[in-house]
């Protein structure tokens, strides 16, 4: 057909135009639909929608609050916070954490056990959106690296914290313990809320015990992010409750000089200010770097840290629990002469051995040769056993028990020292329950030298030679001093309910005294060695602990085991006599005898406390042994 | 031929004013004026969009001067040219298709480009949303309007088979586009209402059969995810909750210009692209959605006047059926982004970032500033 020639053109062209017109309705009417709809989700249902815009942008986010510090009685600060920066992973922001990882690996010094955590973590539940560090410590180049790599890496953080930091950590590990990273179990007991920020918790020692007035209140803040979670700008802040500043009694310098005094031997020093019962020095020799365990220890390092043959990682001033031998004959002393078993006067004749009956096995004293008639005085101040046997013996357990318990043995009496053990003060009851045996007059004279079942830590000594220091009076062992901005320790440090110990003659506290000057001072005192020339009177009482098996160990030598063989060598004292301002436990593992290597360590401490510390460079001047007691 | 006469007068009246400038360059000025508004406009949400990213306007400049050209071409021609080359380019349109789907490349499972060594890479769908209407207004204009049924199914044909092979891409916006752009020329050739009726008819029985035989999963998820966004807010439903947050948070007058939370913080996908209108929606509020509807409703009153007074069928329905096309796409768009249909691939007519749509776009502009401009001075 041709081109238009028999068309109506007039009839098309009125037609195209009605449906145009229809056309045009339609394009009205639509438009009027999407305006209707815009006006329902702008008008009408705006205020949904802003809260939800609103929740999309503006995240609360948890800030935690900066942990306490903790000074010594110097205000010396033993432990302290420090920026670290460390980068983590949001893994449901991050698209694919293989990928990521393997990025992360490129740029940054992963290691194996660095990713062997990282995936425990994220095995591990876990709150949603929670930030998984990957690895501590970076350098600035790692951080410079990561700014650069931001874009490619979504949920990939780098975040600064502040990581709790030890500046003399070798020798305050074991008195303050350390923070690490919230675990499983301890996750279960925390705060939630308070604690939505916080990723450390005190694990042991003062961290520990303060960790509730350590920690803080945790702060929030509303901060606006983007879709990937990156946070742009804070809208709003409530800040944290920082964590109390708190003080401690010990004192650096005696902590430090416990420290030099047992350098490269294995062995406690535990220091008691007798008034307060702060302790001045708590030491463990060695002590090992808590740093390292604050961000998480490798395992290779921690491996050799745990199956060190000198144990580090024992905490002996607190745990250590040792056959106290001599060291109680004091406190015997006081049991003897208070139950009326034994007089001041009372002489025995020492022919070197003690046997329950005729013919009987000999318990020996130290002195095979005997120290002749002696009282109770020439007893404690040549250290003889065969009077303390023949005392235990006729004091019987029960009161043996009843005396000891008093001075603390047995119990732990601590205030605030978070591990402290009670070590084994035997009973009757005990030996029934445990070895189902009855209580022979045989377990009574070892009892009376310390030795046999009884076992104590240098805590538990110091603390009973404290109350002896005290002349009867308890003043319970506690590491908190003051907190810092004024605030009351009333409600923080739990209170002791120990009662002083009365005596029928109140005098006797002072003839127990009296024996252990003897020690010091007298001429046949076993450690009259470790006090020549002292400016000031001192107490104190040697000891010996024998070391009765060791595991037969074919990668230790000869000469190590032989070394090991030997007895663990004991020291308590306080010093001035009449007005005491420390009193000690010294335990040094084979050192041999007490007065020997013991008492000197003590002396040493004495010195410094009473008549200044040595200067920097000083040499530590350790008294020479003289006279071989035990 | 009273009307006719009327318009054709007042064009040529007008040959001596300012308007004789705009009759020798073939630009139909107040059309021309709406579109440098939309597009101006355009350029600033965009600026927002891409997140303050001077380069993306840039890009989106030089393309939107390079489909101006294209248009100024296109408005050239005397549409006698369109209707003679109508059935070869439909011819070529088919083969380009065919070839598509053969050697074609493309991404996220989906073949559109055709890329032909020497020139550049093209996507023949976006050259039949052009000829498709253009061939079936060819085919009708010659014949009685309105059309006989026989007519009619071959105009269907017409649309109906490119539009399949452009499903087979698969690319169920530009289909939807084809497609329609064809049904449209068949509607203004004057199908009876009855047919009309029966083609919904059978749209309504169709329509299963396409969700079950048809459509890829994923656009069978679309839909679902239009019914209950909140099925899946992290997966598919994001995009519409997102979009519906920034749209809604919007308000009446917005948040202001590059104030949006929503795309500038990156909770709104595709920002610049496809959902360029929530963030228009976000910062500008209720008043701007409002300014940018009446923009594309004038421009749409404007076409479809060109199209009424239009000289000859083909020119009519070809004019008609490109500026529902336009309508589609802003209708599509918007009803997607606001919630109130499935997602579909359908950029925002001159606004969303992205070249070959808006080429397209302005070649249809150009086809009807052709038909407006090249009126012949017909007597009565």
Redesign the interface.
């Known amino acids: 057909?041709p081109?238009?020639e028999?068309?109506?053109?007039?009839a098309?062209?009125r037609?195209?135009?009605r449906?145009?017109l229809v056309?045009?309705l339609l394009?009205?009417t639509?438009?009027g639909?999407?305006?209707a709809?815009?006006?329902q989700?702008?008008?009408v249902?705006?205020d949904?929608?802003?809260t939800?815009?609103d929740k999309?942008?503006v995240q609360v986010q948890s800030v935690a609050p900066p942990r306490g510090l903790i000074y010594d009685r110097n205000d010396v600060l033993l432990a302290e916070n420090r920026p670290v920066f460390s980068v983590t992973l949001v893994p449901e922001r991050v698209g694919n954490i293989e990928q990521t990882l393997a990025k992360l690996q490129g740029m940054l010094s992963i290691s194996d056990e660095d990713m062997e955590r990282f995936e425990r973590r994220l095995m591990e539940p876990r709150r949603p959106f929670q930030e998984l560090p990957l690895r501590y410590d970076l350098d600035e180049q790692e951080i410079a690296r990561l700014a650069v790599h931001r874009h490619e890496l979504p949920g990939v953080e780098v975040s600064a914290e502040l990581v709790r930091y030890y500046p003399h950590s070798e020798l305050t590990a074991h008195a303050l313990g350390y923070v690490g990273r919230i675990n499983r179990q301890e996750l279960q007991r925390i705060d939630p809320i308070n604690y939505a920020g916080t990723n450390y918790i005190g694990k042991s020692g003062v961290e520990r015990f303060y960790e509730k007035l350590l920690h803080g209140r945790v702060g929030y803040q509303h901060v606006?992010?983007?879709?990937?979670g990156r946070t742009?700008r804070v809208l709003e802040r409530q800040n944290p409750v920082p964590g109390e500043d708190i003080g401690l009694h010990m004192d650096l310098r005696l902590q430090r000089l416990a420290h030099e005094l047992l350098d490269g031997r294995r062995g406690a020093i535990v220091a008691v200010e007798p008034s307060t019962g702060g302790l001045l020095a708590l030491a463990s020799v060695p002590g090992f770097d808590a740093n390292k365990f604050v961000t998480g220890i490798g395992s290779d390092e921690y491996r050799e840290l745990s199956t060190s043959i000198d144990m580090p990682l024992f905490n002996r001033a607190l745990r250590g629990q040792y056959p106290p031998g001599s060291t109680i004959k004091p406190m015997m002393a006081v049991a003897g002469l208070d139950s009326g078993v034994t007089t001041r006067e009372k002489e025995i004749w020492d022919p070197g051995y003690f046997q329950l009956r005729e013919g009987g096995r000999r318990f020996r004293n130290w002195k095979r040769t005997g120290h002749g008639w002696v009282n109770l005085m020439d007893s404690v101040a040549q250290s003889t056993d065969t009077y303390f046997y023949q005392m235990g013996v006729e004091m019987g357990v029960d009161k043996m028990h009843h005396y000891l318990s008093a001075f603390g043995f047995g119990e732990d009496a601590t205030l605030d020292v978070a591990g402290a053990l009670s070590g084994l003060l035997p009973s009757r009851d005990w030996k029934r329950a445990v070895h189902n045996e009855s209580w022979y007059p045989g377990d009574s004279v070892n009892m009376s030298i310390g030795q046999g079942y009884m076992l104590a830590t240098p805590l538990q000594l110091a603390t009973a030679t404290s109350v002896i220091a005290n002349r009867g009076n308890w003043a319970e062992p506690r590491l908190l001093r003051d907190i810092k901005g004024d605030r009351s320790i009333d409600n923080v440090l739990p209170t002791g309910d120990h009662q002083s110990i009365e005596l029928k003659n109140p005098g006797d506290w002072e003839f127990a005294v009296d024996t252990m000057v003897e020690v010091m001072h007298g001429s046949k005192g076993t450690a009259r060695g470790a006090a020549r020339g002292a400016p000031y009177r001192m107490a104190g009482k040697t000891g010996t602990a024998q070391v009765f098996s060791l595991a037969e160990d074919e990668e230790y030598d000869e000469e190590e085991i032989r070394e090991r063989l030997r007895d663990h060598a004991l020291f308590v004292g306080f010093a001035p006599v009449d007005d005491p301002k420390i009193a000690v436990a010294v335990i040094v593992e084979n050192g041999g005898s007490g007065s020997g290597t013991a008492a000197p360590v003590a002396r040493a401490l004495f010195d410094a406390w009473l008549l200044g510390f040595p200067k920097e460079g000083e040499a530590l001047v350790v008294g020479a042994s003289e006279g071989d007691a035990n | 031929m009273a009307a006719g006469d009327m318009f054709t007068g007042s064009a040529r009246n007008s040959l001596s004013g300012p308007r004789g400038l705009w009759s020798v360059l073939h630009i139909d000025p107040i059309l021309m004026f709406l579109l440098l508004t939309l597009i101006g406009g355009g350029l600033v949400v965009l600026y927002s969009g891409a997140d303050q990213n001077m380069a993306v306007v840039k890009a989106q400049s030089i393309r939107m001067g390079v489909a101006l050209v294209v248009m100024l071409v296109f408005a050239q021609l005397d549409p006698s040219v369109f209707r003679r080359w109508a059935p070869w380019l439909f011819a070529l349109g088919l083969a380009g298709l065919a070839a598509v789907l053969l050697v074609g490349v493309g991404a996220k499972g989906a073949q559109r480009w055709l890329a032909i060594p020497g020139l550049p890479r093209f996507q023949p769908s976006e050259l039949m949303k052009l000829v498709v209407p253009m061939m079936a207004a060819w085919y009708l204009s010659r014949h009685y309007l309105p059309p006989r049924i026989r007519h009619v199914a071959v105009a269907i044909l017409i649309a109906l088979v490119p539009m399949a092979l452009i499903i087979l891409q698969p690319d169920l916006g530009t289909s939807l586009l084809v497609g329609t752009a064809g049904i449209f020329v068949v509607f203004f050739a004057g199908i009876s209402w009855r047919l009309i009726g029966a083609f919904f008819a059978m749209v309504s029985v169709a329509a299963p059969l396409m969700w079950f035989f048809v459509m890829r999963e994923y656009q069978k998820q679309r839909v679902l995810t239009l019914l209950d966004p909140q099925s899946d807010p992290l997966g598919a439903g994001w995009n519409i909750i997102q979009s519906k947050t920034a749209i809604g948070s919007g308000g009446v007058d917005g948040k202001g210009w590059l104030q949006g939370t929503q795309s500038h913080l990156e909770f709104l996908p595709e920002s610049h692209t496809d959902f360029i209108v929530a963030v228009l929606a976000e910062e500008f509020g209720f008043i701007g959605m409002l300014v940018l509807l009446v923009l594309y409703l004038l421009i749409i009153l404007r076409c479809l006047y060109i199209a009424a007074i239009a000289q000859d069928s083909f020119s009519r329905l070809l004019a008609g059926a490109l500026t529902m096309t336009f309508f589609i796409y802003i209708f599509v768009n918007v009803g997607m982004v606001s919630g109130l249909l499935p997602v579909v691939g359908i950029p925002l007519p001159l606004v969303s970032y992205g070249g070959t749509s808006s080429v397209t776009l302005m070649a249809a502009f150009g086809v009807l500033m052709s038909i407006q401009t090249h009126r012949r001075m017909i007597s009565a």
């Open positions: 057909m081109w238009g028999f068309k109506d053109t007039a098309e062209r037609l195209f135009q449906r145009a056309m045009l394009v009205a639509l438009l639909m999407l305006v709809r815009m006006y989700l702008q008008v249902e705006h949904i929608y802003t939800l815009s999309n942008r606006e992010t983007n879709a990937r742009l």
